[in-house]
């Protein structure tokens, strides 16, 4: 099938452009200038001509920090699926999910790969990859990573936090960054200092401050900002590259410019949740609200918004992602008597896109970097460029037709997400999706949802293309 999107505004890291992209089968065929004598012979030839006029058709989304059905405590497993996570992506503009094979302690790392694979196959509408997160760091678990990159798993992630359940060592993060230059590999992490963050959480409930707040007042910034430090000096010492993940704060922000202006390989995402909700506007609503905006690291002073949006504009912070991990409130609600039993997440995911364009509305990013931090960067990172990211001839045929014009309301009415609650609850957004292509096949046409189940396909991932 060939299909030609005409009269839009094809935008990529360098800026907005007239043209018409012809498709073909799966792939990008052509850029065109409008009015050319290519484009309208294409026009003439194509067997589906879909109108763009007004719009921008931008590359995709990629979001590289999902977590579908995870298993996080005894009755609370994140509740969108394969199926429904991958559609409501799709809605919002994503078009590549990156999510998690997880290990944990006690278990091998090749049974946690293959368990993610079955239960993600023929599930998804969009093509979706995994990273592999160790749980369990000793020499089997590290003898598995050269395998596992040559099968397209190419970034592990670690974590400083949770003691006794994902838990590394500085010890063991060293031996895990030290495998990692050997094979190429990119080390992700979850930086925050569980082994403090424990003591206050336990002193916190032990004086009876159980409240849904405090569990943003016992994971305290400088926490954060501690543990980046620490991870830049053991990936110095280990040669390794290294990703922070979900970076919440100014403290951290700090600690990772400080890094790459001395040189370091070091590179972190952010999530819209960081930069949109606060500790004091939604963590300390009393209750059920409260609750409802528990995630890792937690939400922090408004205060600190302005900082991450400059650092989105100078690529200290270089990808948006989610972290989506969303709970219904009767699992949620497994906390509602200590801040320590509420499952930690929230569910993002088919908002990223409309929240960072919001960014492009209020003049914090440019359209440009809009694409580029949602789209470009995270196929560069992670491997996938220029199969994805990009529109270009050879490319994957993954599009969105964004309207830049319609206004809308975020919430549960007209979420797709599988959630009966939002932290994006009557948010008002500019800007929305209209069309979704896939490898060239519709998965939204015109605000209706034509994908299926099985459509996506596991991405095996090179090494990502900002390693040197
Ligand atoms: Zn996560």
Same mark, same amino acid.
């Given at each position: 099938?060939?299909?030609?999107?005409?009269?839009?505004?094809?935008?990529?890291?360098?800026?907005?452009?007239?043209?018409?992209?012809?498709?073909?089968?799966?792939?990008?065929?052509?850029?065109?200038?409008?009015?050319?004598?290519?484009?309208?012979?294409?026009?003439?030839?194509?067997?589906?001509?879909?109108?763009?006029?007004?719009?921008?058709?931008?590359?995709?989304?990629?979001?590289?920090?999902?977590?579908?059905?995870?298993?996080?405590?005894?009755?609370?497993?994140?509740?969108?699926?394969?199926?429904?996570?991958?559609?409501?992506?799709?809605?919002?503009?994503?078009?590549?999910?990156?999510?998690?094979?997880?290990?944990?302690?006690?278990?091998?790392?090749?049974? *946690? =790969?293959?368990?993610?694979? #079955?239960? @993600? $196959?023929?599930?998804? +509408?969009?093509? !979706?990859?995994? &990273? %592999? /997160?160790?749980?369990?760091?000793?020499?089997?678990?590290?003898?598995?990573?050269?395998?596992?990159?040559?099968?397209?798993?190419?970034?592990?992630?670690?974590?400083?936090?949770?003691?006794?359940?994902?838990?590394?060592?500085?010890?063991?993060?060293?031996?895990?960054?030290?495998?990692?230059?050997?094979?190429?590999?990119?080390?992700?992490?979850?930086?925050?200092?569980?082994?403090?963050?424990?003591?206050?959480?336990?002193?916190?409930?032990?004086?009876?401050?159980?409240?849904?707040?405090?569990?943003?007042?016992?994971?305290?910034?400088?926490?954060?900002?501690? *543990? =980046?430090?620490?991870?830049? #000096?053991? @990936? $110095?010492?280990?040669? +390794?590259?290294? !990703?922070?993940? &979900? %970076? /919440?704060?100014?403290?951290?922000?700090?600690?990772?410019?400080?890094?790459?202006?001395?040189?370091?390989?070091?590179?972190?995402?952010?999530?819209?949740?960081?930069?949109?909700?606060?500790?004091?506007?939604?963590?300390?609503?009393?209750?059920?609200?409260?609750?409802?905006?528990?995630?890792?690291?937690?939400?922090?002073?408004?205060?600190?918004?302005?900082?991450?949006?400059?650092?989105?504009?100078?690529?200290?912070?270089?990808?948006?992602?989610?972290?989506?991990?969303?709970?219904?409130?009767?699992?949620?609600?497994?906390?509602?008597?200590?801040?320590?039993?509420?499952?930690?997440?929230?569910?993002?995911?088919?908002?990223?896109?409309?929240?960072?364009?919001?960014?492009?509305?209020?003049?914090?990013?440019?359209?440009?970097?809009?694409?580029?931090?949602?789209?470009?960067?995270?196929?560069?990172?992670?491997?996938?460029?220029?199969?994805?990211?990009?529109?270009?001839?050879?490319?994957?045929?993954?599009?969105?037709?964004?309207?830049?014009?319609?206004?809308?309301?975020?919430?549960?009415?007209?979420?797709?997400?599988?959630?009966?609650?939002?932290?994006?609850?009557?948010?008002?957004?500019?800007?929305?999706?209209?069309?979704?292509?896939?490898?060239?096949?519709?998965?939204?046409?015109?605000?209706?949802?034509?994908?299926?189940?099985?459509?996506?396909?596991?991405?095996?991932?090179?090494?990502?293309?900002?390693?040197?």
């Amino acid at each position: 099938m060939t299909i030609l999107v005409t009269g839009g505004r094809v935008v990529s890291p360098s800026g907005a452009t007239p043209a018409d992209v012809l498709i073909d089968g799966e792939r990008v065929a052509a850029v065109l200038d409008p009015g050319s004598e290519l484009a309208e012979s294409a026009q003439r030839g194509a067997e589906r001509v879909v109108d763009a006029s007004g719009c921008y058709v931008v590359p995709g989304g990629i979001d590289v920090h999902v977590h579908l059905q995870l298993p996080m405590l005894p009755g609370a497993v994140s509740s969108d699926t394969f199926e429904t996570g991958s559609a409501a992506a799709a809605w919002g503009g994503t078009t590549t999910i990156i999510d998690f094979a997880g290990q944990i302690l006690g278990s091998r790392v090749r049974d *946690a =790969v293959d368990e993610r694979m #079955a239960e @993600a $196959a023929g599930q998804c +509408a969009i093509d !979706y990859a995994f &990273h %592999l /997160s160790m749980g369990d760091v000793d020499e089997d678990s590290l003898k598995e990573m050269p395998t596992l990159v040559a099968e397209g798993i190419t970034s592990f992630k670690y974590f400083m936090a949770y003691p006794g359940a994902y838990y590394s060592d500085d010890a063991q993060l060293l031996r895990a960054m030290q495998q990692a230059a050997g094979t190429g590999a990119l080390v992700m992490m979850h930086a925050e200092n569980g082994i403090a963050i424990d003591v206050l959480r336990d002193q916190a409930a032990g004086r009876g401050d159980v409240e849904p707040v405090w569990h943003g007042r016992t994971r305290p910034a400088v926490l954060e900002g501690e *543990a =980046v430090q620490r991870a830049v #000096a053991l @990936a $110095a010492v280990g040669q +390794a590259p290294l !990703y922070i993940v &979900h %970076l /919440s704060s100014a403290e951290a922000l700090e600690q990772v410019a400080a890094a790459r202006h001395g040189g370091g390989n070091v590179f972190a995402e952010t999530c819209p949740q960081y930069l949109y909700l606060s500790i004091e506007e939604h963590l300390a609503q009393p209750g059920l609200d409260g609750i409802r905006h528990i995630c890792s690291p937690p939400l922090r002073p408004a205060a600190g918004h302005d900082t991450l949006w400059n650092g989105l504009r100078t690529d200290d912070l270089a990808i948006v992602s989610t972290d989506h991990c969303p709970f219904c409130d009767n699992e949620k609600l497994l906390g509602v008597d200590d801040f320590r039993g509420v499952p930690n997440g929230l569910g993002t995911l088919e908002h990223r896109m409309d929240l960072i364009h919001q960014g492009v509305v209020a003049g914090e990013l440019s359209l440009a970097r809009w694409v580029e931090t949602c789209s470009t960067t995270p196929a560069r990172m992670f491997g996938l460029y220029p199969q994805k990211g990009v529109i270009t001839p050879g490319s994957d045929a993954d599009l969105v037709i964004y309207d830049p014009d319609v206004s809308h309301t975020l919430g549960v009415a007209t979420h797709h997400m599988n959630i009966d609650n939002s932290v994006w609850e009557g948010m008002e957004v500019t800007g929305q999706v209209r069309s979704v292509l896939s490898r060239g096949s519709f998965v939204i046409d015109d605000r209706t949802y034509v994908g299926r189940p099985g459509h996506g396909r596991f991405l095996r991932r090179g090494l990502s293309d900002y390693l040197f």
